[in-house]
């Protein structure tokens, strides 16, 4: 149940670069460590099972974006995030829980200028994977974002952003009704929501 965030990592890569043709590979992949603090408690106590007093926790993670054209790029993040809550207990002190919520997405990402200063939009999809003691769950997300890279040099930049995360925790549909052919459902849907920002360092390869 423990994260392997390097072998995440080396997956992104791995992908990255074998959707990316020869000739956008030389314009640059970029590289972008990052950390930043993730909010939205609602993981921690679908976990726990009952409410806590955190409402969030620090987050790591890398983003791998590959040049295609116009100032759109593929986009690859890997994001983890790990945070120990006190669960009240009814018999005794407070337990320590140990949460973490891992997100893992691919998408795109739209740069709106070509220079130092690149505000930029993105919209991707992928899995989460939620985990505490003895148990781990994977679901649907989607995620989307924005913020702005700084490049003072050619290979090196900075990216300021946000991301808004929506994972579906839960599904369900009943058949109300049905006539000549057609069926009417009543879907019912438990979403969890998560926002994060962060500071990153960009690394241009080659």
């Known amino acids: 149940m423990t994260a392997r965030p390097s072998r995440v990592v080396g ?23 990052f950390g ?4 939205g408690n609602d993981f921690f106590e679908l976990v726990t099972g009952r409410p806590v007093d955190v409402d969030g926790a620090p987050a ?20 983890h995030q790990n945070a120990a809550i006190s669960v009240p207990s009814l018999l005794g002190p407070p337990s320590r829980w140990h949460v973490s919520v891992d997100h893992l997405q691919a998408g795109g990402l739209q740069e709106y200028a070509d220079g130092r200063v690149r505000p930029f939009a993105t919209g991707m999809l992928g899995l989460t994977r939620y985990a505490g003691v003895g148990d781990s769950e994977v679901r649907f997300t989607v995620g989307a974002g924005g913020g702005v890279k700084l490049f003072p040099a050619s290979k090196v930049g900075v990216r300021v952003g946000s991301q808004v ?10 058949v109300l009704a049905c006539s000549t052919g057609i069926c009417f459902l009543r879907l019912n ?7 994060e920002f962060t500071a990153a360092l960009i690394l ?3």
């Not at 930043?36 to 909010?39: A, L």
């Not at 849907?189 to 926002?195: L, N």
Request: charged share 10%; proline share 6%; net charge negative.
């Open 60 to 79: 790591v993670g890398l983003i791998v974006d590959v040049p295609l054209h116009d100032g759109l790029q593929f986009e690859a993040l890997f994001t």
């Open 165 to 174: 995360f929506a994972t579906f925790v839960y599904a369900n549909a009943n």
């Open 189 to 195: 849907v438990d979403v969890v929501w998560q926002i």
């Open 36 to 39: 930043g603090y993730r909010f």
């Open 204 to 206: 241009r390869v080659p």
């Open 11 to 33: 997956l992104i890569t791995c992908v990255a670069c074998v959707i990316a043709p020869a000739n956008l590979l030389a314009q640059g992949v970029e590289v972008t460590p």
